[in-house]
């Protein structure tokens, strides 16, 4: 996995200025681009990158594809944990 520093976009859900990305293990490291998808680590919503890679909120279509996609769903749980490990501390 590797961190690619990004001009600092807003998450479209909390408002979070959000300037990395982390891409999940691949053959290939690449920065992100027009329709990769991302999860804000501060409220745990999934965000899409535009052109200009700013954030915006994922279509309804969007949701489905996420909810169905394994690797998206263990992100999920895993945001959920460490989340619930961070509140109580």
């Not at 600092?8 to 329709?35: N, Y």
């Not at 700013?54 to 996420?66: G, H, N, V, W």
């Not at 690797?71 to 959920?80: D, G, H, Q, V």
Request: with cysteine; glycine share 4%; hydrophobic share 35%.
């Amino acid at each position: 996995m590797s961190t690619h520093h990004l001009q600092p976009h807003k998450c479209p859900w909390c408002g979070e200025l959000l300037d990395a990305a982390d891409d999940l293990p691949a053959q290939v490291e690449q920065m992100p681009s027009s329709g990769d998808v991302t999860m804000c680590l501060c409220c745990g919503e999934w965000c899409v990158f535009e052109a200009d890679l700013a954030l915006r909120k994922p279509t309804d279509a969007e949701f489905l594809d996420l909810g169905e996609d394994v690797r998206c769903r263990r992100l999920r749980k895993a945001w959920t944990h460490m989340n619930q490990t961070r509140t109580k501390s």
